[in-house]
């Protein structure tokens, strides 16, 4: 445990796992699952919420609706369908996908169910054209161990992935089809501690053991990690969308700062005898000509409206930060940018914000408001400003309450920021397309005699098979790089554990160093350790050569030439260490073979970058023996 473990006490996180399955077709067609370069085709919709059986309406689902925004969807025959269109009834579910999926509820020691239902979940944020996800339960329970706990598993499903995003303008979002389809295995866990390091390992062990199945897809992309996190048994936060395993202790970090902070924002509140805000919307378009804020008065000018929202007896609040960067005004600028909104100004940074003590004034009373009330104001079009407006009243009435249950999205400095309200219970009935799946006992049986061996025994026969540390090994089955390693160490003369290293441990060291993260790919790696094996490259120049080639964009050769490493033959090693010795024959006549290690710099220092280490040194040890 972290000596910071205090301040995780009452931290609750419950991981879901979302994984791509190596499947050769989708879960509901026969399209592969590829990635389109060119996406030729697209069609365009809108879709509604509507009411469950129960008269109630998700309200996730009328936030996105209220968002106004159609949606665009760009498809190729070579990886789409009427099905992904949502004009053709889906295909019977792929059996390849479902066997993957039991063999995993069966790897986690889960029990699997005597039938499948395949069942809708209202998704209308765009990412489905159907407006839902098709999802179905596999298995429940099971468990494993991390670091001597046994964590809980929930739940395995199957379920199809979603379209991707690839860009929104001010009217539509953009989604490409290609992945829309693909078929997933979610796993559940029971919740944790929240100590972020815990947290890490649980995801880092769970991953391990899927891909100990030799049925999930690796590679960018492939896998989701979302989280679920409570302060001290308040409402569940749900975090989506975290892509980088590294990434998940700093989220857990920075939501249980955000909710601890959030708890004592409230508790200041109501040590004001407030259980709830009273807040009143006040129309002050009027009044933006006479302010000095640009943003404010362009924004009637435009054709816009202002908004004051006064939140009675919380002046001074909305601003307070009882710790680094919780703010309330925050949650409410994030709210707002979620209904496309640029943010809102409050009363407690007025003077920030270009608005002085006499436009403050006006505006007070304009809306009838005190200085013990705060004032937020919203400014944009009318249409944007009407549907913000009830989203952001809902987050001030909130704050008496501490966290609000809500869905949030991981970004990539491993922060959250508000995305949605938490669906309901209003959001899943049963897909009238697909007959139920009856799990058949022989092929339950036949699955649970491939169950695999675990990922220890992997990861100890690739350290035998390659000669590697076992520390080498493991960041070869962490990393999405195996398949390419073994490639490479059975397809060229290096030693494999140069090619491990090379792969695993200087990428992390390069991006350190400036060098662009996405230039570093398997292909460019493969190409410097071809480079080396065929005698082009010296393997100590291997880093400078893939630092040219990340910063310049060029390849292999290029690099070499601009930083002139061509790497030196036998012929010109021997020269140089014949001129090293003729200039220092002194030390060879006083101290014999003991002078190697001052020659051998000498001689590195020459060569370096363009010659093996190990061929230097044979060299000068056979001309030092020579010479004895």
Known sequence: MSKD?????????????????????KLFCACPPLKSEVLPYHFERRLRPAQSETGRIDPAAVFE????????????????????????????????????????????????????????????????????????VVGLGGSFKVDGTQVGVQSVTIEEDAARIIGQDSSSRHFALDRLGVALVEVALEPVNGEPEFVGKTALQLGRILRSTGRVARGLGTIRQDLNVSYNGGRVVEVKGVQKLNLLPKVVEYESKRQQGLVR????????????????????????????????????TNGGTLIAIVAAG?????????????????????????????????????GRQG????????????????????????????????????????????????????????????????????????RMYPETDIPDIEIESGRLKALVESVPEDWETKVERLAKRFSLSNDLALKIYDSELEDGFVSLAKGISLEPSVVASTLVDLPPRLVREGVPEGSLTIEALASVLRAVSEGKVAKEAIPAVLTEMGKKGVKVGEATLTLGLEAADEAKVRSTI???????????????????SVLMGEAMKELRGRADGAMVGRILKEKLASEA
């Open 265 to 300: 924002i409230a508790e200041k509140i109501r040590g004001r005898g407030l259980r709830k805000i009273r807040c009143e919307v006040k129309d002050v378009s009027a009044e933006a000509a006479t302010l000095s804020s640009r943003v404010l008065r362009e924004a009637v």
């Open 578 to 596: 014949d001129a090293v010795l003729a200039r220092r024959s002194k030390p060879i006549r006083e101290r014999g073979e003991a002078a190697f």
């Open 314 to 350: 919380i002046g001074g609040l909305i601003g307070w930060e009882p710790l680094p960067g919780v703010r309330l005004g925050k949650e409410l600028a994030e709210v707002a940018r979620a209904n496309s909104l640029g943010g809102v100004i409050h009363s407690d940074e007025f």
């Open 65 to 136: 609706f209220s968002k106004a925004k159609s949606n665009r969807y760009f498809w190729s025959p070579e990886s789409s369908c009427l099905v992904e269109a949502d004009e053709e009834p889906p295909h019977p579910l792929s059996g390849e996908a479902l066997d993957a999926a039991l063999l995993t509820a069966k790897t986690l020691g889960s029990n699997v169910v005597d039938e499948v239902h395949v069942m809708r979940k209202i998704v209308i944020d765009g990412s489905n054209t159907s407006g839902f996800q098709r999802t179905a």
């Open 355 to 426: 608005i002085d003590k006499a436009e403050e004034t006006a505006l007070r009373k304009a809306t009838g408001s005190s200085e013990e009330d705060a004032l937020v104001l919203l400014a944009g079009s009318t249409e944007t400003v009407s549907a913000c407006i009830p989203n952001v009243l809902a987050r001030l009435q909130a704050a008496p309450e501490g966290v609000p249950a809500e869905t949030r999205a991981a970004t990539e400095a491993g922060e959250t920021r508000y995305m949605r309200p938490r669906p309901g219970s209003q």
């Open 5 to 25: 473990q205090s301040s995780y006490d009452g931290l609750l996180v419950g991981l879901e796992i979302h994984q791509q399955l190596n499947c050769s077709t």
